[in-house]
């Protein structure tokens, strides 16, 4: 490690403030990325500035039709909410298989979304859910906020406020999990929002993305068997030593069936 300093604010106004005044400053979520990152020397920030204690990041409620969640939410702060679980069960269940115990404790919503990794769960919840990314300025669809390989639409010093979900009629996420590092080799999460069917892939390219194929099959028909004779092509797929493009190919398929038969099954989404 190297020196910085550190700033806990303890409003909103106040941590754009510091942001604002330095431009080589950073924010500091969950800290489950960002400090290995510090620790490995891939970043050197000058400062620090903890979202902790900035009340306008936290909590998690309903307006209207639609759920909202702060973006300082930890993982397990979700996973314990009824009105998540009542409202869109998948969506607990995608947090519930993010990392392990110490990840869930510790890791946000904000920073997950914030850091965009192409082979993260919630990136594929919030693409396939057509969620809204809301700031301190404006509000950013799904389809536009997540750019490309760590890239997302925020802009410096934009900070992430909460996300807003529009409650699906039906949705499931289904992950193939890397045994070493616990993130997706493949996951899907499919969703009917709006009359309108949604397929998002992670873990299989440089961002997470949509398999418009998929979703016209389960647009017309919202079954397995109209997914099943469906080929991913691997052209654009990652491929390095944990799994080929081809292999990842094959597990989009798989998983998007998989993923159709339990949102089938799923208890209706109440509330
Ligand atoms: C062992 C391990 C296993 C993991 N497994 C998984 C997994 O299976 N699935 C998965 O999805 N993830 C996994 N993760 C990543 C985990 O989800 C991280 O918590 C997440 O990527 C970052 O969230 P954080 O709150 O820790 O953010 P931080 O590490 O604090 O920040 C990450 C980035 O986001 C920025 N940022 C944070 N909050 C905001 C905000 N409100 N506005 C703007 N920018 C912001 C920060 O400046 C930083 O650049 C794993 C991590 C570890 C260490």
Request: no cysteine.
């Given at each position: 490690?190297?020196?910085?300093?550190?700033?806990?604010?303890?409003?909103?106004?106040?941590?754009?403030?510091?942001?604002?005044?330095?431009?080589?400053?950073?924010?500091?979520?969950?800290?489950?990325?960002?400090?290995?990152?510090?620790?490995?020397?891939?970043?050197?920030?000058?400062?620090?500035?903890?979202?902790?204690?900035?009340?306008?990041?936290?909590?998690?409620?309903?307006?209207?039709?639609?759920?909202?969640?702060?973006?300082?939410?930890?993982?397990?702060?979700?996973?314990?909410?009824?009105?998540?679980?009542?409202?869109?069960?998948?969506?607990?269940?995608?947090?519930?298989?993010?990392?392990?115990?110490?990840?869930?404790?510790?890791?946000?919503?904000?920073?997950?979304?914030?850091?965009?990794?192409?082979?993260?769960?919630?990136?594929?919840?919030?693409?396939?859910?057509?969620?809204?990314?809301?700031?301190?300025?404006?509000?950013?669809?799904?389809?536009?906020?997540?750019?490309?390989?760590?890239?997302?639409?925020?802009?410096?010093?934009?900070?992430?406020?909460?996300?807003?979900?529009?409650?699906?009629?039906?949705?499931?996420?289904?992950?193939?999990?890397?045994?070493?590092?616990?993130?997706?080799?493949?996951?899907?999460?499919?969703?009917?929002?709006?009359?309108?069917v949604r397929v998002a892939v992670t873990g299989a390219g440089p961002k997470v993305f949509r398999e418009l194929m998929f979703e016209e099959a389960l647009q017309r028909k919202f079954s397995p068997e109209a997914v099943k004779d469906l080929e991913v092509s691997a052209s654009g797929l990652s491929s390095d030593l944990h799994a080929s493009a081809e292999y990842r190919a094959n597990l989009i398929s798989v998983l998007a069936r998989r993923a159709v038969s339990a949102a089938l099954n799923?208890?209706?989404?109440?509330?």
């Amino acid at each position: 490690m190297y020196q910085f300093e550190y700033h806990k604010p303890t409003s909103l106004a106040e941590a754009l403030g510091l942001l604002a005044e330095d431009a080589d400053a950073k924010l500091l979520a969950g800290g489950q990325t960002l400090i290995p990152t510090l620790r490995q020397r891939l970043v050197s920030p000058s400062a620090l500035i903890d979202l902790a204690g900035v009340p306008e990041l936290t909590g998690i409620g309903r307006s209207g039709e639609l759920l909202s969640i702060g973006a300082m939410s930890r993982y397990a702060e979700i996973i314990e909410s009824p009105m998540v679980r009542a409202i869109i069960p998948s969506l607990s269940r995608t947090v519930e298989v993010v990392g392990d115990p110490l990840v869930r404790n510790r890791g946000t919503i904000g920073g997950s979304l914030a850091n965009n990794d192409p082979t993260a769960d919630l990136t594929a919840a919030v693409l396939a859910l057509d969620a809204t990314v809301v700031t301190d300025r404006r509000s950013i669809s799904a389809d536009a906020f997540f750019v490309d390989l760590f890239e997302t639409a925020l802009e410096p010093g934009e900070i992430l406020v909460r996300i807003e979900f529009p409650r699906p009629s039906r949705s499931a996420y289904i992950k193939f999990r890397n045994p070493a590092s616990r993130y997706a080799l493949v996951g899907v999460f499919v969703a009917e929002v709006a009359g309108r069917v949604r397929v998002a892939v992670t873990g299989a390219g440089p961002k997470v993305f949509r398999e418009l194929m998929f979703e016209e099959a389960l647009q017309r028909k919202f079954s397995p068997e109209a997914v099943k004779d469906l080929e991913v092509s691997a052209s654009g797929l990652s491929s390095d030593l944990h799994a080929s493009a081809e292999y990842r190919a094959n597990l989009i398929s798989v998983l998007a069936r998989r993923a159709v038969s339990a949102a089938l099954n799923e208890p209706s989404h109440g509330i």
